[in-house]
């Protein structure tokens, strides 16, 4: 079973990932962690997937070029647009 598999299926996990430390602070809930850490491990998958695209498709393009635009696609803004383009909100 894939590691993509078992989060799916691991409820804990998904309420994790939804869970804004906002509302840990109000609600006094201790038992559960905030999206944080899962945020910042989506935020490095995201970049490496992104890198090795990039390194794929630009195989011309410098070090420098490729990080420039790394940074232009994985920026909030692009990434709320992309979300909203696909209708995840």
Known sequence: ?????NF??????????????????????DR????ERLEFLGDAVLSLVVSEWLYQK?????????TNLRSLLVK???LARIAEEQRLG
């Open 58 to 66: 630009f195989p011309d393009f410098s070090e420098g070029k490729l």
């Open 8 to 29: 799916l299926k691991n409820q804990k996990l998904w309420q994790q990932a939804l869970t804004h430390r906002s509302f840990l602070n109000e609600t006094k809930r």
């Open 1 to 5: 079973m894939s590691a993509i598999n």
């Open 32 to 35: 559960l962690g905030s999206n």
């Open 76 to 78: 909030t803004e692009t």
